[in-house]
């Protein structure tokens, strides 16, 4: 079998597959591009006599049983659905890689001792409904099935109409399968730091936790011109101090630390006003839970001082915190190994952004390869990977597939 | 005659023209309110016998000949416009004292020596249509015509059209009186000293100059998750740090230094994006016109520093540069002989917000009065001003004029 020609085609095919005239592909759940794309990727799967089946919310999985262990199910796979106008690799390129490195094995070594299945995740973006993770989470029975029960997309569809109309269901109960020894999922890195230290694989041994907030200040709107310096409640510059102080540390800190202002929303915005009011975002992330609440505990404080000796009021909404999830220690020397023994050139690092792993890891032992991204671009058109890491990526996939199911 | 009876009625009559039923006075420049404003005026000024005329452009005059020296014009007013849901003060409070303080001057002690008069200028605010102090700038012989010739509301109405609909026209030339030995203004503070300072009215010797820009900062759009601190472009920890150094310094230096950073606009303004570029403002004033171009040229060198720092591309755009315009210090010195005089608490202060007076003290001798605004509060349905400074105010401007027309 030619893996590079099988690998480019499936990118090839799959890409055309929800393709959005306005840029790029936007593939969202229970569209009828979506069930397209799964329904390729089972054909796909069929053709190398696989054999596939749909969980109840629309979970593609394909599957070869293994000769001495069957029972014991070593796992690859990613997510089907994209962002809007998103990029062609973000999800796909993991359920591709997973289907061809099983195919490719299948042709070099036949039957495996274990058995080995790819899953093709129904949902993980969050980018039609407010959910997130929604396949990996029903794979391992942690779905919030009342969260889901009255939502709808920003047209006004309901989720349940829309997973009924594609002939899907809710699962009847959240159970999980006991028979997953290991899970590997391969994912552009959507970053850049592989393309900058001239990498062509990453072996992640940790998804960074998040702490995302909502940070509110109230001063005062005054005239720029008649109101003197010191009468002033400017929040702006109470923001201002906050966002340079705070990033000033982390550039201290360093690697892992990452800290963002992504967003600032003054009121009411306008040249000759001092603003009353600013509305800002704070993201931070860190593979060290302790580290994180520590940082982000400090800078909390901090910023009410700013805020305080100012004469402002401040409001803090952390509104989303995330423990890190580390990856499995044995799998993770698993893909170094095989790493070293077939030259790629590579590295051990961290993730920043999140992945169905961190849904998978705290059930079944879990590790990420990363391939890498040019210029660190993702959800967007332009997202990119130079074919040849593409496909470094599935070989040392299949190696380590192979160390797992065939050993 | 009850000058706390008379003042009290104009100001009553004159804001239930054009009161805006989505809150507070918008009577804008052509309008019907605006003409029945104006109309409202001159019948006033003609119950007392004062001769009035229109200038071509809608600018009202009422006017009493000195009986010595009629050649000789002390004259005092301001604007009859406002902005958009603005207050019953900005503008029509000058005009209304102006007017009255010269019926209160004839009943008390006659005509006067040199010629008295007053102005209502048709237009200061720009609010209607993009041109400012159109009623001062046409009344000194500056006005620029082209300019407007084309211009438009929001809703498409033309600026030549509107005129011409409420019977006024360009001016043939843009000449100017030789009659005019004083001018005196009278304004709201639009600020909060003369509150904060617990004074009745504020003796302006000076307005402030100001630059206005418009900056752009152009980093580079990242993933807040997968980009390290040292990989970033980050375009709103620049305008931090260049927006926290820059207020501090205008902290050190202080009065009449004032300085804003009004508006900000990130993007793509996302929580979990590292912003690629940032568009904000910076407003500053100051009553020195080379301490202002010195301290701002520091500031736009500095700015450019922290940019380049970051690899981060700056473009400034200085759109505005007025240089402040000093009032005359013999009818300061006459306005301050008369507070000392009256008990009056007041200061000797600048304006940091643009007035009439500005363009039409390169041409006169010219100085301003303040009265108070209850929290500075200005251009917003809450602009108020106690009843009892009103008056003060409106008694202080009749002994400036006494002094200026009948000594």
């Known amino acids: 079998m030619n893996l590079a020609d099988v690998l480019k085609k499936r990118i090839d095919d799959l890409s055309s597959i929800g393709n959005d005239p306005t840029g790029?592909?936007?593939?969202?759940?229970?569209?009828?591009?979506?069930?397209?794309?799964?329904?390729?990727?089972?054909?796909?799967?069929?053709?190398?006599?696989?054999?596939?089946?749909?969980?109840?919310?629309?979970?593609?999985?394909?599957?070869?049983?293994?000769?001495?262990?069957?029972?014991?199910?070593?796992?690859?796979?990613?997510?089907?659905?994209t962002v809007v106008n998103g990029g062609n690799l973000d999800g796909q390129y993991g359920v591709i890689a997973a289907m061809t490195a099983i195919e490719y094995l299948l042709a070099e070594h036949?039957?495996?001792?274990?058995?080995?299945?790819?899953?093709?995740?129904?949902?993980?973006?969050?980018?039609?409904?407010?959910?997130?993770?929604?396949?990996?989470?029903?794979?391992?029975?942690?779905?919030?099935?009342?969260?889901?029960?009255?939502?709808?997309?920003?047209?006004?569809?309901?989720?349940?109409?829309?997973?009924?109309?594609?002939?899907?269901?809710?699962?009847?109960?959240?159970?999980?399968?006991?028979?997953?020894?290991?899970?590997?999922?391969?994912?552009?890195?959507?970053?850049?730091?592989?393309?900058?230290?001239?990498?062509?694989?990453?072996?992640?041994?940790?998804?960074a936790g998040q702490r995302r907030y909502n940070i509110n200040l109230k001063g005062e709107a005054n005239h720029a011109g008649t109101t003197p310096m010191s009468y002033r409640h400017d929040t702006v510059y109470a923001f201002s101090k906050i966002c340079s102080e705070?990033?000033?540390?982390?550039?201290?800190?360093?690697?892992?630390?990452?800290?963002?202002?992504?967003?600032?929303?003054?009121?009411?915005?306008?040249?000759?006003?001092?603003?009353?009011?600013?509305?800002?975002?704070?993201?931070?992330?860190?593979?060290?839970a302790e580290f994180l609440k520590k940082f982000t505990g400090e800078l909390e404080e901090r910023m009410t001082e700013i805020a305080k000796s100012m004469g402002i009021e401040i409001t803090i909404d952390r509104w989303m915190d995330e423990a890190p999830v580390p990856m499995n220690t044995a799998i993770v020397e698993t893909i170094e190994k095989k790493a070293d023994e077939g030259n790629y050139k590579y590295r051990v690092m961290h993730s920043g952004a999140g992945h169905d792993s961190q849904v998978i890891a705290p059930h079944?032992?879990?590790?990420?390869?990363?391939?890498?991204?040019?210029?660190?671009?993702?959800?967007?058109?332009?997202?990119?990977?130079?074919?040849?890491?593409?496909?470094?990526?599935?070989k040392l996939l299949a190696d380590t597939l192979y160390e797992l199911a065939y050993k």
Chains 1, 2 share one sequence.
């Open 246 to 288: 705070a990033i000033d540390r982390a550039n201290e800190v360093g690697d892992p630390l990452v800290l963002t202002f992504g967003k600032v929303i003054p009121k009411p915005n306008t040249v000759n006003v001092v603003p009353g009011e600013v509305d800002f975002t704070m993201d931070c992330r860190h593979t060290d």
């Open 110 to 207: 036949g039957q495996p001792k274990r058995s080995l299945e790819f899953i093709s995740m129904a949902e993980e973006e969050g980018s039609r409904f407010p959910t997130v993770f929604w396949g990996s989470k029903n794979f391992v029975g942690e779905a919030d099935v009342d969260a889901v029960k009255d939502i709808a997309d920003s047209e006004g569809a309901k989720f349940v109409d829309e997973m009924h109309r594609q002939g899907f269901d809710f699962k009847k109960e959240q159970t999980r399968r006991d028979d997953i020894k290991a899970f590997v999922e391969i994912h552009i890195e959507q970053g850049n730091v592989l393309e900058n230290q001239k990498l062509q694989v990453g072996v992640v041994n940790n998804i």
């Open 364 to 394: 079944y032992p879990t590790a990420m390869i990363f391939v890498p991204s040019i210029n660190g671009i993702s959800h967007n058109p332009a997202e990119k990977t130079e074919f040849p890491d593409l496909l470094e990526g599935v």
């Open 24 to 81: 790029g592909m936007t593939r969202l759940l229970y569209t009828d591009s979506w069930l397209q794309a799964q329904k390729y990727v089972e054909q796909q799967a069929k053709d190398f006599d696989l054999k596939t089946h749909f969980d109840e919310v629309g979970n593609l999985f394909g599957r070869v049983e293994g000769s001495e262990l069957p029972a014991e199910t070593i796992m690859s796979g990613s997510h089907i659905d």
